[in-house]
């Protein structure tokens, strides 16, 4: 029997915002609210920020933040700092980058990064509406291509439902990074502004994750950024029937159920095997679980 690695941010690992609270986009879904809940770190703030998470024993952090109007997060004035940070203090970095496609960027990020958490989507709903973008999916393709051409290590993440989805799509946006020929998937379920999810929708989860299964042939995520009612639905199927490979904040009901199948890391889930040795396994479970079982939003 498989042991699911369970994951869940917690001393080890945290996120900071390269733009505070500002974002540009300001997409309909979020108006900015998942990076006001991140650590700000603007401007010059950002090695000071670093430095004292270091000395309180954060060894990963996720840098997030608001995106431009076009689709990217505005890494480029943070490369130096970051890359002296990395030498200095030997952190783990993944990033939400965006749609970032100048090879300059890519290419000075690829020694400073160690993963990039990579939003995929052929859907144009999801493009034009939520994100409000002045371009199609295509631009999505361009970007993906241009970081793996820079030698850039990428889990794409792909919404398992979102109001525009359907399971054609699903289907579509699997076979085109299976082309690719990547490693692995990290699957969403977004979270409408409202903050819940239709039952109907809910009772489709499961069928939804089985398909996801069934197309992609190699590791399979379910990552932090889905409701409360999905992850009631959705992770003790996840862990239970073995559909996935690793599962960001598991329900405390999938862990209570099959706790005794997961391993923990405090940790994103995205974090390369070679690095997982960093941030666990744990004894048991991190105590913040029960906080998202509570109602703590999750990170994006």
Not at 8 to 27: D, H, I, K, Q
Not at 82 to 88: F, I, Y
Not at 181 to 200: C, D, T
Request: proline content about 8%; some cysteine.
């Amino acid at each position: 029997m498989a042991r699911v690695k369970a994951f869940r941010m917690a001393r080890r690992f945290t996120v900071v915002s390269l733009t505070g609270g500002y974002c540009e986009l300001n997409c309909s879904h979020c108006r900015a609210r998942f990076i006001r809940s991140m650590l700000p770190a603007p401007g010059p703030r950002l090695p000071r920020v670093l430095e004292a998470l270091h000395r309180r024993g954060v060894r990963g952090v996720l840098l997030s933040g608001g995106w431009t109007r076009e689709g990217v997060l505005p890494v480029e004035p943070y490369l130096e700092a970051l890359r002296e940070a990395k030498r200095r203090l030997g952190l783990v970095f993944n990033i939400h980058l965006g749609l970032e496609t100048r090879r300059e960027v890519l290419e000075a990020l690829r020694d400073v990064v160690d993963l990039v958490d990579y939003e995929f989507t052929l859907s144009d709903w999801m493009v034009r509406v939520v994100r409000g973008l002045a371009f199609g999916p295509s631009r999505y393709l361009e970007a993906l291509e241009a970081m793996l051409e820079a030698g850039l290590n990428v889990v794409p993440h792909v919404f398992l439902w979102h109001p525009g989805s359907s399971p054609e799509l699903l289907r579509r946006e699997l076979r085109v990074l299976d082309d690719y020929g990547l490693e692995a998937v990290n699957l969403l379920v977004y979270i409408p502004p409202s903050g819940g999810l239709p039952r109907a929708v809910e009772e489709r989860l499961p069928g939804l994750l089985r398909a996801a299964r069934s197309l992609w042939p190699r590791r399979l995520y379910l990552g932090c950024m889905r409701p409360r009612e999905a992850r009631r639905t959705l992770d003790p199927v996840a862990v239970g029937e073995e559909l996935v490979e690793r599962i960001a904040n598991p329900s405390l009901a999938a862990v209570r159920q099959y706790g005794y199948r997961m391993e923990f890391y405090d940790a994103c889930c995205s974090v390369p095997d070679e690095l997982l040795g960093l941030f666990g396994p744990l004894p048991r479970p991190p105590a913040a679980l029960g906080r998202v079982e509570a109602g703590e939003k999750a990170a994006v």
